[in-house]
């Protein structure tokens, strides 16, 4: 059975609204207004090069990976500085990677010798680029490096994507995993794409109580639904994604509703993971419809699939779909026809997100401290002695931060740090 979009009216006039949030329908009545749609964006790219390298290049290249075995070894491409690496499991020989840009590079595929043709070169892009450059220039400086690594022949393989909405004022339903309904062989027709065919993997997880959900393949179409507030702070990347949230990646943003709070509540993501097969599947229905007007479509790269971010949303979010009876849950309504991907992408600034000191690198600081209490209760420090030495270290900042962060004082941290190093002394005469 097709789902229904409820009826949208403006929640304070109660007229009629294509974008209003009072969502109506013959099952509920249910206002929508207190949630925030952040940040619609492509949060991965994933480049295939096909072509066969450079022979002189690779050379060069496989002897700095030589020497990157035992030392720090970095190269430079297309005004990159990158630091080799080994490719580990990535199915490639070597991983060129600099993450304060946002790039990473996987050359030379286990599957074909560096003389024949294959998909040599992956370039992998993350929010750091993708957030702070058009996606002209990120396709640009992709195929600057192929040129510099492939021969003068080198084709797209394809391009892998990840969509990412981040709401705020929002919680998944109870039940969500049970809730969800995928579909497969769906056909689909909006803004040039007429058809796909593909099966969903039959795959679904839910782990963290309820704070992340996971449906479908990785080599297919995959849905991710996760409270990225909290993901955020593991992984490090606080500081950047509020500034996102906030608007500070874009010239022509405008606050959904009332713009990101910190204290308004968790944000959580939806994030569908369309594979590389997935998104040749459409590139290569496009050359077999009949349609003449649409036959040159193509989603071989980044800059192709660009152009279809919002009918790949509407695709995705088809294929897992919350039913609310005859009608779409409406919050799947919302997320579904409100999202804008190109909002965040085609108008950018560059803007170098600095970290508040001691925030979002705490795992670093009680490392840090952890060692410095060691080596002074190896030596006999007292703890005065060692405080002094801390506050004059260029770390005492971030340690303060951290401090902030767990509402501790500084006089709790003293009687701490020398209760800490005096029982590390007597434990290590002891032994």
């Given at each position: 059975m097709k789902l229904k979009h409820a009826d949208r009216y403006d929640t304070w006039l109660y007229e009629e609204n294509e974008k209003g949030r009072l969502f109506c329908s013959t099952d509920f009545q249910q206002d929508l207004s207190k949630v925030k749609l952040l940040l619609s964006s492509v949060d991965t790219v994933r480049q295939l090069y096909r072509g066969t390298l450079d022979q002189d290049r690779f050379e060069e290249l496989d002897q700095e990976y030589e020497e990157a075995r035992n030392e720090t070894r970095i190269v430079h491409l297309h005004g990159f500085d990158f630091v080799v690496r080994p490719g580990g499991a990535s199915g490639y020989k070597i991983r060129l990677q600099n993450n304060e840009v946002g790039i990473i590079c996987f050359v030379k595929t286990h599957?074909?010798?560096?003389?024949r043709t294959g998909t040599h070169l992956k370039i992998e892009c993350s929010p750091k680029l993708l957030l702070t450059s058009t996606p002209e220039e990120v396709q640009s400086y992709m195929d600057g490096i192929a040129a510099e690594l492939l021969q003068e022949d080198f084709i797209y393989g394809g391009v892998a994507l990840h969509l990412a909405l981040d709401v705020q004022g929002y919680e998944p339903v109870k039940n969500f995993s049970d809730r969800i309904v995928c579909r497969s062989n769906r056909l689909f027709a909006r803004d040039g794409i007429d058809r796909a065919e593909m099966t969903l993997g039959e795959v679904s997880v839910q782990y963290g109580k309820g704070q992340s959900f996971t449906f479908?393949?990785?080599?297919?179409?995959?849905?991710?639904?996760y409270n990225k507030s909290k993901e955020i702070i593991s992984s490090d990347k606080r500081d950047f994604m509020h500034a996102a949230w906030s608007g500070e990646m874009s010239r022509n943003w405008t606050p959904d509703q009332y713009g990101f709070d910190p204290d308004y509540g968790d944000v959580w993501r939806l994030e569908?993971?369309?594979?590389?097969?997935?998104?040749?599947?459409?590139?290569?229905?496009?050359?077999?419809?009949?349609?003449?007007?649409?036959?040159?479509?193509?989603?071989?790269?980044?800059?192709?699939?660009?152009e279809h971010l919002?009918?790949?949303?509407?695709?995705?979010?088809?294929?897992?779909?919350?039913?609310?009876?005859?009608?779409?849950?409406?919050?799947?309504?919302?997320?579904?026809?409100?999202?804008?991907?190109?909002?965040?992408?085609?108008?950018?600034?560059?803007?170098?997100?600095?970290?508040?000191?001691?925030?979002?690198?705490?795992?670093?600081?009680?490392?840090?401290?952890?060692n410095i209490l060691s080596i002074h209760a190896r030596h006999g420090y007292s703890a005065g002695r060692s405080i002094d030495y801390l506050r004059k270290t260029g770390i005492w900042d971030d340690v303060l931060g951290y401090l902030r962060e767990r509402k501790i004082s500084l006089e709790e941290f003293n009687e701490s740090w020398r209760d800490r190093l005096l029982e590390r002394r007597m434990l290590k005469h002891a032994a």
């Open positions: 599957f074909a010798e560096s003389c479908g393949s990785v080599n297919a179409l995959q849905f991710a639904h569908f993971r369309f594979s590389h097969q997935v998104l040749n599947q459409f590139d290569e229905g496009f050359q077999t419809l009949p349609n003449n007007s649409v036959k040159d479509i193509r989603m071989k790269s980044y800059a192709q699939a660009f919002g009918a790949l949303w509407e695709y995705a979010m088809e294929q897992f779909q919350l039913p609310e009876g005859k009608f779409y849950n409406p919050h799947w309504s919302l997320f579904m026809l409100d999202a804008d991907f190109n909002r965040h992408h085609q108008d950018v600034i560059y803007k170098r997100v600095r970290k508040e000191p001691g925030i979002d690198n705490a795992r670093n600081v009680a490392l840090a401290l952890g």
